[in-house]
């Protein structure tokens, strides 16, 4: 078990481009959440995924963000025709859905800087 | 709908002295509470956990945290600060059922002084 890894842990792009970044979690949580964190600020909810299925999105989570799980495995969130405002650090984590509480493993991040 | 305020967005402390690092939530159904530490560039570690059982929860690190449900809150403690507790740490709520997904409060910074 090497814990949840993210990548890339840092891109820059200019406005208008688009990235993708992928989040592969422990391998046997069946659940996954995306969340950005801002400079002083806490994490913020994006996303979640139980299996491949995407249940729960933030309001928000643009029409510019798309985010997918494909056979229930690794994640990618996309980010189309990015803008200054989407700088922040992306966040993935992954848990087990078990009865007992849900305990999110949280990846390092990746850093998005737009330009 | 639930939110979480972290009081203090830095607090600095000497070696060896108490740290205090408060939080209050709201919640509309029993909550689970969570603290986590953030070191930089790096991600986050769950600390501890609050989920129903004992209210005086004992978490890494020697910090523990109590949950007093008159007050809403879950402040996190630890006798003796050392020079690597220097982080910033985050309170966290989420609900049973559903995502369960986190509320995180703002953080707080916490520096530790020789």
């Known amino acids: 078990d090497t814990g949840v890894s993210q990548n890339p842990r840092h891109k820059i792009t200019k406005r208008g481009q688009n990235v993708t970044f992928r989040c592969d979690p422990i391998?046997?949580?069946?659940?996954l959440y995306w969340y950005r964190q801002t400079l002083g600020q806490g994490p913020e909810f994006l996303t979640y995924?139980?299996?491949?299925?995407?249940?729960?999105k933030s309001r928000l989570l643009s029409d510019r963000f798309s985010a997918e799980r494909p056979k229930g495995s690794f994640s990618t969130l996309e980010i189309q025709r990015t803008e200054q405002g989407d700088s922040a650090m992306y966040l993935c984590?992954?848990?087990?859905?078990?009865?007992?509480?849900?305990?999110?493993?949280f990846g390092p991040g990746t850093r998005l800087t737009v330009l | 709908a639930q939110s979480v305020t972290q009081l203090g967005s830095h607090v600095s402390v000497s070696e060896g002295a108490l740290v205090l690092l408060r939080c209050n939530y709201s919640?509309?159904?029993?909550?689970?509470l969570f603290w986590y530490v953030q070191y930089p560039n790096q991600g986050l570690q769950l600390l501890l956990k609050y989920t129903s059982a004992a209210t005086l929860v004992k978490g890494i690190n020697g910090f523990e945290a109590e949950f007093k449900k008159s007050e809403t809150s879950f402040h996190l403690t630890k006798p003796s600060a050392h020079m690597s507790d220097a982080a910033e740490y985050f309170c966290a709520v989420s609900a049973k059922g559903g995502s369960e997904k986190l509320v995180f409060g703002k953080g707080t910074k916490l520096t530790v002084n020789p």
């Open positions: 919640s509309s159904v029993p909550p689970y």
């Open positions: 995924f139980q299996n491949e299925a995407q249940l729960e």
């Open positions: 391998s046997e949580h069946n659940r």
């Open positions: 984590a992954s848990s087990l859905l078990s009865p007992a509480v849900n305990e999110q493993f």
